[in-house]
């Protein structure tokens, strides 16, 4: 695991060059120090600086600091509801789009973060990657329209929707093809004021390029996604709702390393290792 951490501290510092330009972001992490307590806080340069809680919920700061090598980087998110979205490119699907999104549900907990390794369960044979974009929203949503959509959207950050397609094809619903414990990778960050209308997602295995896309090319953009869901569902502050990925993926097998980069949020970078 040493190996994995030291990849992702220098992706995390080239991110943070990033977030120091002039473009008025502003950029979030969930850390944890000697398998502690989780805490968040706010991207200052090389440093975190601890927050009194969820960015969403306030920003001041508790006064304590860390060098991001003294901390371990976890999913910077806490979710109560994760809301997925298939079919949501046209050039992940074959045939017409459809009239309403593709959503469903998994568990909050089959996610883990950007220092974590997918774990392909026992019996998994056809495990894929998907690289997506996810948002968080910032506060309580009922029954709001496409136009009020974007007041309630909080930050960006970047995922990977493991799937596992026989699972998928062969089960009366997507829960255990989507969700399985460990399936969702989050991170490494997240950040507010990105243009979530105008994102480049790439995805790559073992470092070639083998997804590329734009979040202006989203059959139903993320304002859309709020709307629709937020008349059936009660999105709370901290809720996730995912893209949808793009083209065809292909499977994963141990000790294959997947990358989703995303513009002005960074690179999320997990290993695949086999349970045992």
Known sequence: MKRLFTLTAATFFAVVSIFTSAQELETFVRYSQNAGEISWGMVHGDEIYELAGAPYNTMDHTGVKFNRSEVKLEAPVEPSLVFMTG????????????????????????????????????????LHYEAEMAIVIGKRAENVTVEEAGDYIFGVTAGNDVSERAWQAGDFQVVRAKGSRGFNAVGPVLVKGVDYKNVQITGRLNGEVVQGGNSSDLIFDMEEMVSYISQYFTLEPGDMIWSGTMGATQ??????????????????????????
Do not use: C, K, W
């Open 87 to 126: 079919f949501n490119f046209l050039s992940h699907i074959s045939g017409d789009p459809a009239e309403i999104p593709a959503l469903f549900t998994v568990p909050a907990n089959s996610i883990v973060g950007p220092e974590d390794p997918i774990v392909r369960p026992i019996g998994s044979g056809n």
């Open 251 to 276: 499977a994963m097998v141990p000790g294959d390393v997947y990358e989703v980069e995303l513009s002005d949020v960074g690179i999320l970078r997990n290993e695949v290792v086999q349970a045992q």
